[in-house]
């Protein structure tokens, strides 16, 4: 049956990538939408999103949302002190090489959150939806939020006016992890914009109309370059059957 997460917007973001044992990949995704989606939604998490890295055959990455701080406490208190994980985590873990690599996020502003889909969650087996999403992540140096408003205030409306609007902008939560069992990217900030398409090329085609637009082109991408610490990111993606963003 198809499922969705606890209502209400997700104010605070998990973003994380696994490195994988060599072709364990598939195994993980199947008794990861199998097994871990529903009991994590029980325990007052949504879990929004599964992906195929598309450049690295090993790596896995997932997004997973919690209505606050004090919730994300206690959900995955409740979660990986459970039967679910007693039981299953074992092999998960097992899969993996490292799954440290994670940064905690909140939208950018008011509005720029994962609105989900109100159509429910594909049921297990359910094939992997034909769509491409980009998650680009631009650091920082921390307490600077020049480069997070440039991103905000300039490149995301004329994203949204030369293609199709993005998913989400995310920046840093500064929050402390408050659960050390799973292990933050700590000293990070970050700004993370997902966006969706039909295929890599309409995604191409999307950046070289971005970088073509007069205002972006001359004034936002070069702000953003001279507050970035380093070049930016992008993370190719395929969504799981049963990821609830493509």
């Known amino acids: 049956m ?10 605070v973001i ?10 364990r990949r598939d195994e993980l995704i199947e008794l990861f ?16 999103g599964q992906f ?20 994300r406490h206690r959900a995955l208190t409740a979660f990986y002190g459970g039967p679910v994980w007693a039981e299953h985590g074992p092999r998960a873990n097992d899969t993996m090489v490292d799954s440290d690599d994670v940064l905690l996020l909140r939208p950018a502003s008011a509005g720029t959150g994962f609105a ?8 297990v087996g359910a094939p992997a939806p034909d769509r491409f999403v980009a998650a680009t992540v631009w650091s920082f140096r921390p307490g600077e939020d020049r480069g997070v408003a440039l991103i905000r205030d300039g490149l995301l409306p004329a994203l949204s006016e030369t293609g199709p609007a993005p998913l989400a902008l995310l920046a ?15 000293g990070e900030n970050v700004a993370v914009l997902v966006a969706s398409y039909p295929d890599a090329r309409a995604y191409r085609r999307h950046l070289a109309g971005i ?15 001279r507050a970035q610490t380093a070049a ?3 993370l190719r993606l395929a969504p799981t059957g049963r990821s609830l963003l493509f």
């Open 2 to 11: 198809p499922t969705t997460g606890p209502s209400g917007p997700a104010a």
């Open 14 to 23: 998990e973003l994380r990538q696994y490195t994988l044992r060599p072709r």
């Open 33 to 48: 939408d199998r097994e871990f989606v529903e009991p994590q939604e029980e325990a007052g998490m949504s879990v929004l």
């Open 52 to 71: 195929r890295d598309l450049d690295d055959p090993d790596r896995f990455v997932w997004l997973r949302g919690f209505r606050d701080m004090t919730t």
């Open 116 to 123: 989900v889909p109100s159509v429910g969650r594909p049921a």
């Open 172 to 186: 840093t939560e500064p929050a402390p992890n408050t659960f050390s069992r799973l292990p933050v990217r700590t």
């Open 211 to 225: 970088q073509s637009h007069p205002l972006a082109r001359d004034e936002i991408l070069p702000g953003i370059a």
């Open 232 to 234: 930016p990111r992008t």
